[in-house]
């Protein structure tokens, strides 16, 4: 029977900022980008561009910070691994991102209907978003972090890992894997039918995540705060260089395309790096709204999920995002986008209140959530 030995607390508020800006960024991001006419934002030029590579850095920023909080929030037995109830919980929580991922884009009205849905819409079922490929990345990081035995082993392997990614995507992406795999895997290694967030080379940002956490994890809090303020700038524009010169030595090779370019993966490590580190310096400023900021950024999965359900709608009843597709002017969709930021947001406030003044409101959400599900899949 193993123990649990007692670890230090050591959240960093830099993270949770980093996270929330990122989920306020991507929640933006995906309001314009499905009501605003495409004609109106060109990306190719000027603010435009910004708004662009901007929102490329959402899902890289939010995987690296999850990566690693997992190290800060991890609990090891006396032997150094990952301990059995950290490791359930964290199995468990993989399960339900992998379950919402998928219910999000269900293809049939009711469970009966699966065998009659068209191979086109069962493709896009199988397409591997944000969720997916979280769930998946964190099983891996769950089972490494159970088979290592320090925290400084996890992060040597974790940032092998990652870079293994970053330097096998343009390999990986070269081969068919829709010739002799099924849809559903060939999806996680392959974007030729849609999948946005292969794991090829998206998952290694998280791996990188662990193997930070695990070198600030390893660090007194004096170390950690003088390095967050002096250093964490320094080691970005290092990345940087280093990505810079990759991505110039390796452009011109015709099976590395730009968008998996290991340089341009670098790249970003080193912005979302320097990222982290103006987050450092702008927590300092919201020190007196911590603990709400903290709640917001430790319900970013609800934060995600939410914010599609206002935007999209479910697979049973649509929303503005799919009855208003591309037809707003920009004021409407920044109004939108406003509205989105606030009503997101303003329902967790809600929920909080309810289970903390009734006593069955958490049951009786969790239950009737649980129960609309169900009538919706089986009526």
Not at 121 to 132: D, E, P, S, T, Y
Not at 180 to 192: C, K, V, Y
Not at 315 to 343: D, K, N, Q
Not at 366 to 374: E, F, N, S, V
Request: glycine letters at 6%; aromatic letters at 14%; proline letters at 4%.
């Amino acid at each position: 029977m193993s123990t649990t030995i007692p670890q230090k607390k050591h959240r960093l508020f830099a993270l949770d900022l980093a996270r929330l800006m990122a989920m306020l960024m991507m929640m933006q991001g995906h309001t314009i980008d499905a009501l605003v006419q495409p004609q109106l934002m060109n990306i190719e030029e000027f603010p435009w561009n910004v708004w662009q590579f901007m929102r490329g850095l959402t899902a890289p920023i939010f995987l690296i910070v999850s990566g690693t909080v997992h190290v800060f929030a991890m609990k090891r037995n006396e032997h150094g691994a990952m301990s059995k109830e950290t490791r359930k919980r964290r199995m468990n929580w993989a399960w339900i991102i992998l379950l919402c991922g998928y219910m999000l884009v269900f293809p049939a009205n009711r469970l009966i209907d699966l065998p009659f849905v068209q191979p086109d819409a069962l493709g896009m079922f199988f397409q591997v978003n944000i969720l997916q490929l979280t769930a998946c990345t964190l099983m891996v990081i769950v089972w490494l972090s159970t088979h290592t035995y320090s925290v400084r082993a996890l992060g040597i392997r974790s940032g092998i890992i990652a870079l293994s990614f970053f330097i096998l995507a343009p390999i990986i992406h070269s081969i068919h894997w829709f010739d002799f795999l099924p849809g559903f895997i060939a999806h996680f290694l392959s974007s030729e039918r849609g999948s946005l967030f292969p794991l090829f080379p998206t998952s290694g940002f998280m791996f990188l995540g662990v193997a930070f956490g695990s070198f600030l994890y390893q660090l007194t809090e004096e170390q950690r705060e003088m390095f967050l303020k002096k250093y964490i700038f320094l080691l970005g524009i290092a990345i940087i260089i280093i990505g810079i010169g990759i991505y110039q030595a390796t452009y011109h090779i015709a099976l590395i395309m730009e968008y998996l370019n290991p340089g341009s993966m670098i790249l970003r490590t080193g912005i979302i790096i320097m990222f982290i580190g103006t987050c450092f310096y702008i927590s300092k400023l919201f020190k007196r709204f911590e603990d709400r900021l903290v709640f917001f950024s430790s319900k970013s999965l609800h934060i995600y999920i939410l914010h599609l359900l206002l935007l999209y709608g479910t697979p049973w009843f649509p929303s503005i995002g799919r009855i208003f597709t591309h037809e707003a002017s920009l004021h409407v969709g920044a109004f939108s986008a406003l509205m989105i930021l606030t009503i997101t947001p303003g329902l967790l406030v809600l929920e909080q209140f309810l289970k903390s003044n009734l006593y069955y409101a958490h049951a009786t959400i969790k239950y009737t959530l649980m129960a609309m599900l169900a009538y919706a899949l089986i009526v």
